[in-house]
């Protein structure tokens, strides 16, 4: 799938079932957009134009992100838009339970 491809899929999804935290999703990591040094980004929030970055040093004992900054769809690489897209399709079928749970 191409990124154009990924991107679309992505903020197709969150038009329909809105933004969300990966806290809001039971998994056992977030996506990591990248590491430096003892430093990694998480993304863990996900809107239709961007994604929030949350920056922990993982050896601290604090589990508080040090730095948060934003970015683009666009000026992330395929495989994380991808791991995204896993992420946006897990928020996607929870949307659908909810609102078959509520329906019935």
Do not use: H
């Amino acid at each position: 799938m191409e990124k154009s491809e990924l991107i679309e899929r992505i903020t197709d999804i969150l038009k329909v079932n809105g933004c969300f935290s990966i806290g809001e999703l039971e998994l056992e990591n977030s996506v990591c957009v990248g590491t430096l040094g003892n430093y990694v980004g998480l993304a863990e929030y996900f809107t239709e134009d961007y994604v929030d970055i949350n920056v922990y040093e993982p050896r601290s004992t604090s589990s508080d992100e040090i730095d948060t900054y934003f970015l683009n769809y666009e000026d992330l690489n395929s495989d994380v838009l991808y791991d995204i897209l896993l992420v946006c399709e897990q928020w996607e079928a929870e949307c659908i339970r909810t609102e078959k749970r509520i329906s019935d």
